[in-house]
Each structure stands twice: as C-alpha cells, then as structure tokens.
C-alpha cells in the first residue's frame, strides 16, 4: 500500500502561481509513474501531468508551458509547481500512483487538495 499525502492548494488570482506537493509513505523510486489529476465540481477527474520514475513528463495540451511537474527522490516527493494560473485550472488536485509490473498493477490515490483561481 502506497500512502499518499497532498498539500499547497489554496486561493490564488488569476496569473498567479501556486506549487502543490505529494509525499509518498514509500521510496517513489519504486513507483512507475506519479501523476496529478484535476476534477472540477461537476466533471470527471483529468490527467493533467505525469512523471515516470526515469523523469520523462507528460502534460495536457492546457497546461503546457505554464505547469511543470518534478520530483525528489530524497524527499519521495512530487510536485507541480503551476504558473499563469487561469480560473479553469480550479479544481480538487488529486495525486496519482502506479506501479506496475509482471502480475502487479496498482494504483493509489492521495486525499486531494483544493486549489481555486479566482479575482
């Protein structure tokens, strides 16, 4: 079981910026992929950004050159540090893992974090 806590949402205005991080209860060395999803009230929950436990990084066409996604293994943290912010990136941010191997494929979610975009 892979136990993961959110943190860093908050109130932000529109262009600012906001960094959310997650922490694993594990080494995230050992996790495939980690990813932040985004769910508005009133829609599905979105991939919005992944990391690879080899550092490769995906994002959604919305958020492209304005987030970025890291991690640190030190810490068994990830984070994504959001910039430009726009009032439709509001949303409950959920941390995601994967591990998966021959016969293994699991995936935990964190708890969320609140994360509004408004004047």
């Known amino acids: 079981q892979v136990q993961l806590v959110e943190s860093g949402g908050g109130l932000v205005q529109p262009g600012g910026s906001l960094r959310v991080s997650c922490a694993a209860s594990?080494?995230?060395?050992?996790?495939?992929?980690m990813g932040w999803y985004r769910q508005a009230p009133g829609k599905q929950r979105d991939l919005v950004a992944a990391?690879?436990?080899?550092?490769?990084?995906n994002y959604v066409d919305s958020v492209k050159g304005r987030f970025t996604i890291s991690r640190d293994s030190a810490k068994n943290t990830v984070y994504l540090q959001m910039s430009s912010l726009k009032p439709e990136d509001t949303g409950v941010y959920y941390c995601?893992?994967?591990?998966?191997?021959?016969?293994?494929?699991?995936?935990?979610w964190g708890q969320g974090t609140q994360v509004t975009v408004s004047a």
């Open positions: 995601n893992a994967r591990v998966f191997t021959i016969g293994v494929d699991e995936e935990y």
């Open positions: 594990e080494s995230i060395n050992s996790i495939n992929i």
């Open positions: 990391i690879s436990n080899s550092g490769s990084t």
